[in-house]
Structures are given as C-alpha cells and as structure tokens.
Nanobody, 126 residues
Framework: VQLQASGGGLVQAGGSLRLSCVASGRTFSSYAMSWFRQAPGKEREFVAQISWNVDRTYYATSAKGRFSVSRDDGKSTVYLQMNSLKPEDTAVYFC????????????????????WGQGTQVTVSS
C-alpha cells in the first residue's frame, strides 16, 4: 500500500488549505483513514479520522470546527479541509491507513495504522 499526500504550503493565519492523500495497492474503501501532524520538536499527534463507510468522523480538539475530513472512494483519496488556520497548525501532516478493515471506532495511536504517507508541510504565518 502506498499513500501519497499533497496540498501543503505556506498560508497566512486565517487562511485555508486542502490536503489530499491518494492511496494505491489495496481496497481503499474498506479502511478507515486518518490525518496526523508533527510539529518541530514534538511528537506526532492525531488530527482527524474518517471511517471506512463515511459514517463516522473524529477530530482532535484543536481541529474541531475548523478542519473537515472527507473521502472519495472512487478516487481512493482522503481529504483534509483546513480553515481558519493558526500559526500553531504549522506541522508536517501525514495521512495514515488503518491496519484492519471495517473498524469504526476512534484510532489515535500511531501503532494502529499500518501505512503512512510521506507527509506534506503546512506552514501558517502570523
């Protein structure tokens, strides 16, 4: 399985970005997908998750109300729409695929994900 993330960049505070993550190599629609981020000097942290059947989404407290996760199974792609960006959102953003199919519950631990994208840099200037 390969995950390719894109869409990062430099944006001013209050701006928006949409990240994309294209998957290949297995049945994309059967697996929950998540976004994590890692700021310089900090551990990688959970941002958002969408279930395999699109029925459930979960967000970190820092992302609620500003970020929206979605997926297009026809394109094997998961998206993260980020609005009202803040300087503290600056990080490398990673997409990740659940290691087990058809799970619906929240997964925030890195070890629960079997596949990771390469990361895309998001920089928010003040």
């Amino acid at each position: 399985v390969q995950l390719q993330a894109s869409g990062g960049g430099l944006v001013q505070a209050g701006g928006s970005l949409r990240l994309s993550c294209v998957a290949s190599g297995r049945t994309f629609s059967s697996y929950a997908m998540s976004w994590f981020r890692q700021a310089p000097g900090k551990e990688r942290e959970f941002v958002a998750q969408i279930s395999w059947n699109v029925d459930r989404t979960y967000y970190a407290t820092s992302a609620k109300g500003r970020f929206s996760v979605s997926r297009d199974d026809g394109k094997s792609t998961v998206y993260l729409q980020m609005n009202s960006l803040k300087p503290e959102d600056t990080a490398v953003y990673f997409c990740a695929a659940d290691s087990v199919a058809f799970r619906l519950s929240l997964r925030t631990q890195l070890s629960e994900y079997g596949y990771w994208g390469q990361g895309t840099q998001v920089t928010v200037s003040s």
